[in-house]
């Protein structure tokens, strides 16, 4: 059963200018997933309106079953959609670790050992102790963005929206990211759309949903 769906989702900055037009898409959990299309495509308007943050102008966007209209916004992406961006949006001033607790500290996350539970988070996204207690202005680029998946992670979200998460990445560190992606949908079931930024990674999904064709294309062999 599909986590995430669009039943002919459309927007328009306004009524001359449509950006998305009747959108069918179903996205299920433990897959990843590609929204690729030309510049101007909408692609990243498309992750605004499945996080919420932007509502469409035409059609629905069903989560778990549910219009997500009827859900309460702050609940939804506090709790149900976690976002990553290919700028981290990390507070540069907090270690890695008071990053991702911070987010569990908006989230309103219980937990015994509040610290504990972050650094296990940090863990998951292979980054231990010693560079989990550094300064966020003191980690690598591809630390940072490891932060900012651990950050998305300190609330369990069933969805994943990743823009452009490894376009500030040297190849090397990009295949780490990718791979840490794949571990979070194939191994814990998380549902995980991302904007690639090169086709090299949209070549790593399960999926691809071209924007400017709006056809679904199948994951490509690679030999």
Do not use: W
Not at 41 to 48: H, P, Q, R
Not at 131 to 148: D, M, N, T, W, Y
Not at 187 to 196: A, M
Request: with cysteine.
């Amino acid at each position: 059963m599909s986590i995430l769906e669009l039943n002919n989702l459309s927007y328009s900055y306004d009524s001359s200018t449509p950006v998305l037009q009747n959108l069918s898409y179903a996205f299920e959990k433990g897959k990843i997933y590609a929204i690729v299309g030309r510049s101007g495509a909408g692609k990243t308007t498309l992750l605004s309106l499945l996080s919420g943050l932007a509502t469409p102008t035409g059609g629905k966007i069903l989560f778990d079953g549910s219009d997500i209209k009827g859900i309460d916004k702050y609940k939804y992406r506090s709790r149900y959609v976690g976002v990553v961006f290919q700028g981290f949006n990390l507070l540069p001033q907090l270690t890695a670790v008071e990053n991702v607790e911070l987010s569990m500290d908006i989230a309103g996350i219980q937990t015994k050992n509040k610290r504990k539970s972050a650094l296990e988070i940090l863990e998951k996204v292979d980054l231990g102790e010693d560079k989990a207690k550094r300064r966020v202005l003191k980690l690598s680029g591809g630390e940072q963005q490891r932060v900012a998946i651990a950050r998305t992670l300190s609330y369990n979200p069933d969805i994943i929206l990743a823009d452009e998460p490894t376009g500030n990445l040297d190849v090397e560190t990009q295949e780490e990211v990718m791979e840490i992606f794949e571990r979070l949908a194939h191994d814990e079931n998380k549902c995980i759309i991302i904007v690639p930024h090169s086709p090299e990674v949209a070549k790593r999904v399960d999926t691809v949903y071209e924007l400017s064709t709006l056809q679904k294309k199948k994951k490509m062999k690679i030999s």
